[in-house]
Each structure stands twice: as structure tokens, then as C-alpha cells.
């Protein structure tokens, strides 16, 4: 029978204790983090008493333990049912519980932790995520007159979403909840990936979708496949993927399609080719309509949303709002920084007093995206101030979007930019900016 309990060892118990007392925690905090009413089994893995599978599991990953170095006498791998398939459970609810199982250290390897920009090793999601936000009305969908814009002041801005935003926002679980398929949109950077990731890791915890089997594909991964399958067929794609998770029966996975019970995350329209993207977004429409009972939240920049997914809700990520700039902070500096938890936490109190100040305004502004708040975060770290020399930093920003963030997550463009080099993309945007912005021209038609 599958081992569903597991016990730490003598050695497992002091690296698990060493970690305890760097996260600087209580057991009641521990619990909390694991989403345990009492404290019980806490107690009983530092004891080195039996603790449900699942649990210990998620104990060490709270962590940022690997389970199997912590274990007493771990399983090589839980193997003893990998064969069943799908008409060997009579109960949908039993098949789910199962694949579930088989797959939980698959999602919470592939999506709990983050590879963040000049950050040497990886961080946990739940150490440096924030709940996004959901804009139902998108700015860029806005009718709007050119003359109109031209006549704008900076103050007004703000109206049609290109400062901060003022219009109804709603919790992005909540936007998943409400509609069944999703598209989530947003700009570079706005925590696209970070939030299917996410979604992908409560559904394994059971705090959200818990009668769903998850299933996260990053799109440009899939686009890649095609190449050597010579076909784009998703569901060939994961039954290949549910193999590394033993399970063999492509039954299975066809089972839980047609009950309704997967939550497919498919994550990067955008980071396909431009000669895949048709037949990426093609099989996507086919894939939610013949599977239609499933819930399906797709990502997609922006200025890249070309292609319509029939059916498919189209929302945005909201800006951070100053709470979120400060819940951010306080999470990127207790997790980031190599001093003791009362200095992280006087320094990430420092950074946000200065970041309020009048002389920072334009830090302010660029720190309501996720990505440019890390950039503030580390820059703010390393000089206790803000840059006086503003002009350099919003230099780092522009090689960030034009270069390095496609690079730090292995994008590959589309052949007409090869040779575009990112000295040639500042000198083009200087001379629009030349013959534009200092003319007051914070608008121009496309020619």
C-alpha cells in the first residue's frame, strides 16, 4: 500500500529546526502558513511522530526543506497504484483524490517557487506573492478620439487608465470563480506567470479547486513540441506529461476532461512565434470547447491580445495599489535580504517612508508593477536610498523591457527582430521621444 504518513528523521528534525528559526516563527505561525487549525501536527514533526503525507510535505516546502532529505526512511517513489486507470475507480471523486496525489510534487515543483530578475537562487511563491487584482474594463478597449487625447493634461490620465487606476477592481481567485474561461491580460512584468502559479499551488493544497486535478502549461513549451510532433494536440501534450507523474492510462486524463474536474492553466500566449501563434490559439479554441465543463484562465500580454478565444472572458491585472506596494515590500525584504528579521523588517519600514516622499514620485508610479517594485526593492536594498540620478535607473528599466526580461525567462522572438539590437531600440525610442515628447505630444497616430 502507498505510505500516507511520513516521519522526520533525527537529522531531518535539526535541519527542519534551523529553518523554523530562520523564518523566525512560532509553531502557531507554522500552522498557519500550512492552513492547519492546530498546531498538533507541527508538534508531532519536530518530535519525529507520524504525520499525514500530504502534510509533511507541505511542512517542508513551507520551509523550503526538499521533503525526501527530511524524511525517515523516504519512498523511492509512491509507485504501488501508478498502473490503475481510470475505469478502476467507480467513484469520479476517488479518480481525482488519486491523480491529485500522484501529481502533487509535480505542481508544487514546477510552480512554487520563482526565478526572480539578478536573484542568484530561487524564492518561494508564498514567501514573495501579493493577491493580484482584476480590471473587467480594459484601458486599451476604450474608444477614444485622437483629438481627444492630445488635449489631455497629466492630471486626467488617470480617467482612462494610463496613470493610477480608480475604476472597480475585484480579487483575481474571484475573477476565476466568476468566469470558467479567462483570459488574464497585462503589461510586462504585471504577475502574469506569478498568478497562474499560484492558482496552480492552491488547487494542490486544496484551498482552491479542490475537486479539480491542475495542470499548468506554459504555451511557448507546448509551440515547441509541435515542431517535432508535427501536430498541435493538448491533450497528446499532457497525457505525455501526466507519464512523468506515472500515470500511463490515457483514460484517466480523457475521464477528468469530460467530468469537468481539471483547471488548465495555460501560461504565454504571447511568448509563442508568430508562425505557431494561429495554431497555438486554434487548438486552444477546440481544446476548451470539446472539454467546455473545465475551468480554463489563459495569459496573454496586452498589446498582444490579436487573437480572439471564442468564449473566452477577456480581464486585466490591476496596478499594485499602495497596499499591495506595501504588503510587496514587506514580504521582498523579510525573504531577500541576508540580515535578521528585525533589520529586514526596520528596512523594508524605511523603504516605504521614503518611497512616499514628494522627490520620489516617479518611483512610486513605476512601483505599482511587480516587476519594477523588485527593481526598486533591490536597488533601495543595496544604497539604503533611491537613485539621485533618476535618468540611470529608468535606463535599467528600458534594457530590462527591451532585452533582459525575455532573456531571463528564455524567450524567443520572431526572426524580423534578430540583429535588432538594444542600443538600436533606445536610439529609435530617443528620437520618437525627441520629435514628440518635448513638443507635449504624449500621443501620436500610428503610420
Not at 90 to 109: G, P, T, W
Not at 185 to 192: E, Q, R, T, Y
Not at 294 to 316: G, Q
Request: proline residues 2%; neutral net charge; contains cysteine.
Amino acid at each position: 500500500m502507498v505510505k500516507r504518513s511520513l516521519e522526520a528523521s533525527v537529522t531531518g528534525i535539526e535541519q527542519a529546526k534551523k529553518a523554523f528559526a530562520h523564518k523566525g516563527w512560532t509553531q502557531d505561525n507554522l500552522a498557519f502558513e500550512v492552513n492547519l487549525k492546530t498546531r498538533q501536527p507541527i508538534w508531532r514533526f519536530f518530535t519525529g511522530r507520524s504525520v499525514d503525507r500530504h502534510m509533511f510535505i507541505e511542512i517542508c516546502s513551507v520551509l523550503s526543506l526538499n521533503w525526501r532529505e527530511i524524511a525517515a526512511n523516504p519512498p523511492e517513489e509512491f509507485s504501488e497504484s501508478k498502473e490503475l486507470g481510470a475505469a478502476e475507480f467507480l467513484d469520479i471523486d476517488a479518480l481525482v483524490q488519486f491523480v491529485r496525489s500522484q501529481r502533487f510534487d509535480k505542481i508544487q515543483d514546477q510552480c512554487g517557487t520563482l526565478q526572480l530578475l539578478d536573484v542568484s537562487r530561487p524564492v518561494r511563491i508564498d514567501d514573495i506573492y501579493i493577491d493580484v487584482n482584476i480590471l473587467e474594463e480594459i484601458a486599451s478597449l476604450q474608444w477614444l478620439e485622437f483629438a481627444d487625447l492630445q488635449n489631455f493634461t497629466s492630471q486626467e490620465f488617470d480617467r482612462f487608465g494610463l496613470g493610477e487606476v480608480s475604476q472597480t477592481q475585484m480579487a483575481g481567485i474571484a475573477a476565476v470563480q466568476t468566469y470558467s474561461k479567462l483570459r488574464v491580460l497585462g503589461k510586462p512584468g504585471a504577475g502574469k506567470t506569478t498568478f497562474l502559479q499560484h492558482l496552480a499551488i492552491q488547487c494542490n493544497r486544496g484551498r482552491f479547486a479542490a475537486n479539480r486535478v491542475p495542470i499548468f502549461v506554459t504555451l511557448r513549451d507546448f509551440a515547441d513540441e509541435t515542431r517535432v510532433a508535427g501536430e498541435f494536440n493538448l491533450l497528446n501534450y499532457i497525457c505525455k506529461e501526466f507519464l512523468t507523474c506515472g500515470i500511463s492510462d490515457p483514460s484517466v486524463l480523457e475521464t477528468l476532461l469530460l467530468e469537468g474536474r481539471v483547471l488548465v492553466l495555460l501560461d504565454g500566449l504571447d511568448e509563442v512565434l508568430h508562425q505557431q501563434s494561429i495554431g497555438v490559439a486554434n487548438e486552444i479554441r477546440r481544446f476548451s470547447e470539446k472539454y467546455q465543463k473545465n475551468i480554463f484562465v489563459v495569459t496573454c500580454r496586452t498589446a498582444a491580445k490579436a487573437f480572439n478565444l471564442r468564449r473566452f472572458t477577456d480581464v486585466e491585472i490591476a496596478p499594485f495599489s499602495q497596499d499591495q506596494i506595501v504588503a510587496f515590500a514587506q514580504k521582498w525584504f523579510t525573504a531577500l535580504t541576508k540580515t535578521n528579521i528585525q533589520n529586514k523588517q526596520e528596512q523594508a519600514i524605511e523603504f516605504i517612508k521614503k518611497l512616499d516622499l514628494p522627490e520620489n514620485l516617479q518611483f512610486r508610479r513605476l512601483a505599482t508593477s511587480p516587476l519594477f517594485l523588485h527593481l526598486v526593492c533591490c536597488v533601495f536594498h543595496h544604497q539604503n536610498k533611491f537613485p539621485n540620478q533618476k535618468i540611470a535607473f529608468y535606463k535599467q528599466c528600458l534594457d530590462l523591457l527591451l532585452g533582459k526580461w525575455d532573456e531571463t525567462k528564455a524567450i524567443e522572438r520572431d526572426e524580423v527582430y534578430e540583429g535588432f539590437l538594444l542600443s538600436q531600440n533606445l536610439k529609435l525610442l530617443s528620437q520618437v521621444a525627441s520629435a514628440t515628447f518635448d513638443q507635449g505630444n504624449y500621443f501620436f497616430e500610428q503610420r
